[in-house]
C-alpha cells in the first residue's frame, strides 16, 4: 500500500501532538520512512506538514504581491489587520504596474493598477 506524503504528513503531526519526547517519536517516523523506502518524500511530506499544521490551527497563509519590496511599515499595517494570526508571504512582481494584489487563503483581493487600467477601459468601451 502506498502512504502518500499527505498521509505521512497527517501521522506525523498526530504523534508530535499526543507525546513529551518528540525527539524520539520523529526518529521513528524517519525509520518508518526508511523501511518503507520513503525518504525521498521527505521534502514533500514537510511541505503538507506545514501546509496540514497551519490549516490545523486556523492560519491562512496571506501572500502578497506588489512591484517592489513592501515597507516594514506596509507589512506591519497588513499583519496588524489580519484577523486569522496569517502569515505573509511577500512575492516581488516587476511586470505588476502598481499597486497590490492580496491573497488570502482561497480569496483574492486584486487592487492592482493593471487591474483598474482594465476596469476603466472596459467602462470607456460600453460608454
Do not use: C, H
Not at 3 to 11: K, N, S, V
Not at 63 to 89: C, D, M, W
Request: no cysteine; aromatic share 6%.
Amino acid at each position: 500500500m502506498k502512504i502518500t506524503p499527505l498521509q505521512y504528513a497527517i501521522f506525523l503531526y498526530e504523534i508530535t501532538l499526543k507525546t513529551t519526547d518528540i525527539k524520539k517519536k520523529v526518529k521513528g517516523f524517519l525509520e518508518f520512512l526508511a523501511r518503507n523506502n520513503d525518504l525521498g518524500k521527505i521534502n514533500k511530506i514537510i511541505k503538507e506538514f506545514e501546509i496540514y499544521e497551519r490549516k490545523q490551527k486556523g492560519i491562512k497563509e496571506v501572500e502578497v504581491i506588489s512591484i517592489k519590496p513592501l515597507a516594514a511599515s506596509v507589512k506591519r499595517q497588513i499583519a496588524e489587520s489580519i484577523k486569522n494570526g496569517g502569515e505573509i508571504k511577500e512575492t516581488v512582481n516587476p511586470d505588476l504596474v502598481g499597486g497590490l494584489t492580496v491573497i488570502i487563503g482561497d480569496t483574492m483581493i486584486d487592487g492592482s493598477l493593471r487591474r483598474k487600467l482594465r476596469e476603466l477601459n472596459k467602462a470607456l468601451s460600453y460608454g
